[in-house]
């Protein structure tokens, strides 16, 4: 029986490892790897302490920050998937893919999100034909082409200036006439010559033969039918929390979040706590989700020493 189980190794989950760790709380954390969403990112301007660092290098330093100060306290079991939580008589049994089961006195749900996929006509057909949702994955095999990004938060901006590296042009549609993204990303991507930004459109399908040859869109001041043609289109629609394990066991949102008490991660049921993209959090941000990690931990600390 662990004092806790840590579920996910993103920066909340890496956040809560260490703090766990310096507390001598028994802990495993299961995840399917160390790094989190952002690990396909080229560059991460923002993780404070590091003026630039890739996804990459930052998943690196988490594994070398919890191998630092885990001991023989946190046990790490890389490569797990989470696929159910149950509550038993003294506490939680946690149950992977592979069949192994742990049992915990405490779990903290760190397991952030996924990519939400482009639900429009044409987008299951040519997914990998064009369609694709990962910029630093497939990015080069577009270089020398015209290539849209579909979204206007920040990973489509930042798509779209790591297309911009390879593409001839980036096309970037947006369904609203305000973006989400920073504004400095925005400015940013604005000042390359090969960037062009669509605004207040709607896709509503992909063309193509073998291969992605276009994109359709309404624009939705005139109500027109227009066609981009483009070789290859990035979706960054949004994310769709990694919560399906615990359904049924704590209170979700309306979109499968869960819900939360933003002064301790508290989950509607006592002994479990949750942290970072996988919550109704605001915003979803790494620092965000580090510091909800430790914010869990601090609170599990006190629980796990009056229980
Ligand atoms: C392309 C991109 C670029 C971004 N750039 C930035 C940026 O520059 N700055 C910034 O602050 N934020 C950025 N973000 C947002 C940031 O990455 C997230 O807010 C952050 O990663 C959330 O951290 P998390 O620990 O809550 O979850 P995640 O990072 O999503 O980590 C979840 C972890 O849980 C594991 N997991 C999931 N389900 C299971 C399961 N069932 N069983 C076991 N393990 C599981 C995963 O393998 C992963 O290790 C970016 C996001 C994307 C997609």
């Known amino acids: 029986m662990h004092d806790l189980i840590i579920i996910g190794g993103g920066p909340a989950g890496v956040a809560a490892g260490v703090y766990a760790a310096r507390k001598r709380l028994k802990t495993l ?28 290098d930052l998943a690196k330093l988490f594994k070398t920050h919890l191998d630092a100060v885990k001991g023989d306290i946190v046990t790490l079991a890389i490569g797990e998937r989470v696929v159910s939580l149950e509550k038993g008589a003294d506490g939680f049994l946690v149950k992977t893919k592979a069949g192994k089961e742990f049992a915990g006195k405490a779990v ?10 482009l639900g429009i006509s044409g987008a ?61 990303t925005v400015e940013k991507a604005r000042a390359h010559p090969n960037m062009r930004i669509i605004t207040h459109a709607e896709p509503i399908e992909i063309m193509g033969e073998q291969f ?26 949004g994310v769709i929390p990694n919560t399906e394990f615990a359904d049924g ?28 993209d996988a919550t109704d959090e605001l915003y979803h941000q790494n620092n965000i989700a580090a510091g909800d990690g430790v914010k869990a931990i601090e609170d599990i600390y006190l629980w796990i020493k009056k229980n």
């Open 108 to 117: 903290l749900i760190a397991s952030g999100a996924g990519r939400r996929k």
């Open 212 to 237: 992605v040859i276009g994109l359709k869109y309404s624009d939705k001041d005139s109500g027109e039918i227009k066609e981009l043609a483009v070789s290859g289109i990035f979706a960054e629609v």
């Open 29 to 56: 954390l299961v995840t399917e790897e160390i790094g989190g969403q952002s690990v396909v990112s080229d560059g991460i301007e923002n993780w404070i302490g590091s003026p630039k660092i890739s996804g990459v």
């Open 249 to 276: 066991l704590v209170e979700f949102d309306a979109i499968q979040r869960i819900k939360v008490d933003p002064h301790n991660q508290r989950t509607s049921v006592e002994g479990i706590w949750a942290a970072g």
């Open 124 to 184: 299951d057909t040519f997914e990998n034909k064009g369609v694709t949702y990962c910029a630093s994955c497939d990015g080069p095999l577009f270089s020398g082409q015209d290539v849209a990004v579909i979204g206007g938060g920040n990973a489509g901006f930042e798509t779209a200036l790591q297309l911009l590296a390879y593409a001839k042009s980036v096309t970037l549609i947006h369904r609203h006439k305000d973006f989400k993204a920073d504004p400095i």
